[in-house]
């Protein structure tokens, strides 16, 4: 029993950490993000081949290296930031693992992290707003930062139409709001504001004093807060929904499963259903804090532990309801290991000024024979980000039933843009499509077999309904 309450008691809920309109017509475009025809590259500690302008294809950022320093630039439309300056001995440290290309036209980078391509192509020249860039400053006029919120939103944002946000009428509404004399306070207040009118929980503003967030709670938070008849905006409301979602995991733990453990993680929890089918209980796609590297490494160990255990099941109960989201690679890392064949999951692309940059391709590619038995996957209005790329990625090949809530529909990750006054906008522009197209961004996976995830009489009355089905197949 103290087995149990000690696995139980790891089913709290974690927060996501897994994430693109005017043209600037002063703007140099780089070379058109098509893969370079060299495919011959050569790694190197030496930076010298690297001096020059460079242009990150996928996130915009402009790098300015020379003999002795190196400097990043972000555009917000007319407006430039320069948003670091460094020795060129710190170079390597900025980029990660990279590499160049033989005929010296794009540098690949953050090598150790494999799961999407990431490179710089050469830019001709700096645009001209870059020439005189804005040095972020705390005591910036709150106008300037104002102005470049609204345009790095609006040259990265991916999904302005999807939410339903009239971007120009923002800026119609708000801009005469903020002036020089606006306090940072009320700026804060406005900002915020704004930011609620996405209710997209990856948009969000890093201050100095904490978090500005477009929404704080998931749908399903917010009906089992109108369910214990509490206001979800109240200080503790939170701490109340989260504790009795708790009490649900306890539950899972503690009634359903024979032979409950923890895999490798505390995020992850294993057992056997009543009728023999293996459960996976995945609480996050953050199995090791937030570095791509750690959280690999612990997926690779849950894969690890996952080679017996799923030979001694003929099915397998995914359970995502308690999943807001987490590390996109560590997650298609596992599905790597469950899936049985290989195949397209989904695509993701990244919102630019001029437009949507090239397509990378995520495919499955099983790490050995896979899982060939049937695979349920349940969800709730809870499940977000990491955890619908999972879903896209185990329905190749191993054709998994979606069992409970619609998702959330949050697959936009986000980038961090640098505000005037040094505060960092985390915008939502990363695309992720399926392989026909389809975006569900705002929508969301809807069930193939619909049933609501949970409820606080059954919550109270120890019965989860979902696994109640479950057991009968």
């Given amino acids: 029993m ?4 000690i696995i139980a008691s790891t089913l709290s809920l974690i927060a996501c950490g897994d994430g693109s309109k005017s043209t600037d017509t002063n703007s140099q475009q780089p070379t058109p993000a098509t893969p370079t025809t060299t495919t011959t590259t050569t790694q190197t500690g030496d930076t010298d081949n690297l001096i020059g302008l460079w242009q990150h294809t996928k996130l915009s950022t402009i790098l300015s290296i020379n003999q002795d320093t190196y400097t990043l630039y972000q555009t917000a439309g007319d407006y430039c930031l320069q948003t670091n300056q460094q020795n060129i001995s710190s170079l390597a440290e900025e980029l990660g693992e990279y590499e160049i290309s033989t005929d010296q036209q794009r540098i690949d980078v953050d090598l150790e ?8 192509q050469p830019l001709e020249q700096l645009p001209l707003s870059c020439m005189e860039p804005i040095l972020p400053d705390s005591e910036i006029d709150p106008s300037l930062v104002f102005e470049t919120f609204w345009h790095h939103f609006n040259d990265s944002y991916a999904s302005f139409d999807t939410r339903g946000v009239n971007w120009l009428s923002v800026y119609s509404e708000y801009a005469t709001q903020v002036s020089p ?4 306070q009320e700026l804060q207040t406005i900002l915020t504001e704004i930011l609620h009118k996405f209710a997209d929980a990856h948009a969000g503003i890093i201050t100095a004093n904490g978090i500005l967030r477009s929404i704080d709670y998931s749908p399903l938070q917010k009906r089992l807060a109108e369910e214990l008849n509490i206001d979800i905006n109240n200080s503790n409301a939170l701490t109340i929904v989260d504790d009795k979602l708790s009490e649900a995991g306890a539950t899972i733990v503690q ?6 453990e923890l895999l490798a993680t505390d995020q992850v929890i294993w057992g056997k259903l009543s009728n023999g089918f293996g459960y996976l209980n995945l609480r ?3 199995f090791n804090g937030d570095s791509d590297t750690d959280n690999l490494l612990a997926a690779n160990e ?7 255990r799923l030979t001694e099941v003929d099915h397998l109960v995914i359970d995502l309801r308690f999943n807001l989201g987490g590390n996109v690679p560590a997650a298609i890392q596992v599905t790597n290991f469950i899936a049985n064949q290989s195949g397209h999951a989904f695509d993701i692309s990244y919102k630019q000024a001029n437009g949507l940059s090239i397509p990378s391709m995520i495919a499955t590619t099983p790490m050995n024979i ?11 209005q809870h499940t977000g980000s990491a955890a619908e790329a999972f879903i896209y990625a185990v329905k190749v090949g191993n054709q998994a039933h979606l069992i409970g809530e619609n998702t ?3 697959m936009a990750g986000p980038s961090p843009k640098t505000l005037a006054n040094g505060w960092i906008a985390m915008v939502p522009n990363r695309v992720i499509s399926g392989p026909s197209g389809d975006i569900l961004e705002s929508i969301g996976f809807t069930p193939d077999t619909i049933l609501t995830a949970f409820t606080i009489d059954d919550i109270n009355k120890k019965i989860d309904a979902v696994l109640e089905h479950v057991s009968t197949f």
């Fill in 2 to 5: 103290n087995k149990l309450i």
């Fill in 113 to 120: 992290d494999d799961f999407e391509s990431m490179f710089y």
């Fill in 181 to 184: 004399a606006t306090s940072f």
């Fill in 255 to 260: 009634k359903y499963l024979l032979d409950a």
């Fill in 284 to 286: 996050s796609m953050n």
């Fill in 302 to 308: 849950i894969n690890d532990a996952l080679s017996t």
């Fill in 370 to 380: 896979g899982f060939s038995g049937n695979v349920y996957i349940l969800t709730s």
């Fill in 408 to 410: 959330r529909g949050i």
